[in-house]
């Protein structure tokens, strides 16, 4: 079964209390979503390998620790996946980045694919999916079914807020992949939103609705 990290650091805990706001706008809820998502991005590659160089301090020649070449790709689950990406991708930034396009179908709450590019030497990478929200867990767990059937090593799965049935669902089919939350919630409602959650992560993020 793929485990489960619960990152509750309280800079973390503080700011997702803000975006939880049903008062936040668009702009502060973006600022944080993307700050969330680097403070995240501390532990989600606390396993990344090391290796030795030497180098030459001002003083000394000094046996130091660099990041041992590890190739990743991030890839945000179309729209509210975007700007946690942008978060990421401020402690990677040598990393590259892929899209998938993914709406979850308001009667049927079935993800519905519309868009999908990645990088060409995918079965080379882990992949870092983001998306904020885990609810039923379709979405995330179709886009990373696409990633397995075109090869890629290893997925992690980074959201900020997720339901248990979210996290069950993804355990269930996926259970070679790490999930790193930022809170674990109580529920869904009927509509397949998360309680109390903070509601469309998209419509909050781009101030559509
Ligand atoms: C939201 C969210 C996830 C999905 C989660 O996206 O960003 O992708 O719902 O729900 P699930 O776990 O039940 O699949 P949405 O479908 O609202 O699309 P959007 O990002 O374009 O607004
Ligand atoms: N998608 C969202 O944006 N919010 C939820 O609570 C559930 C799915």
């Known amino acids: 079964m793929g485990s489960v990290h619960l990152i509750d650091h309280p800079l ?10 049903v008062n936040t706008g668009p702009k502060e809820f973006r600022e944080l979503v993307e700050e969330i ?8 590659t606390r396993d990344f390998p090391l290796e030795e160089v030497e180098i030459q301090t001002p003083i000394a020649t000094a046996k130091a620790k660099v990041i041992a070449g590890k190739k990743i790709a991030v890839v945000p689950i179309l729209r509210a996946g975007l700007v946690m990406a942008d978060g990421i991708m401020k402690l990677i930034p040598a990393a590259k980045m892929g899209h998938i396009g993914l709406y979850r179908d308001p009667s049927t709450l079935q993800p519905v694919e519309y868009y999908c590019k990645l990088p060409a030497d995918l079965h080379e990478r882990d992949m870092i999916v983001v998306d904020p929200m885990l609810a039923t867990g379709g979405s995330a767990a179709a886009a990373i079914d696409f990633l397995k059937k075109r090869g890629t090593k290893g997925v992690k799965l ?52």
């Open 12 to 21: 973390i805990q503080h700011k997702l209390s803000i975006i939880r706001d």
């Open 158 to 209: 980074v959201c900020l807020i997720a339901a248990p049935e979210g996290i069950a669902r993804v355990q269930q089919v996926h259970p070679d992949v790490e999930i790193f939350v930022a809170a674990i919630d109580e529920r869904l409602d009927e509509n397949g939103y998360i309680i109390p959650g903070l509601g469309d992560a998209g419509d909050r993020l781009f101030g559509t609705k």
């Open 37 to 44: 998502a680097t403070l995240m991005a501390y532990e989600v």
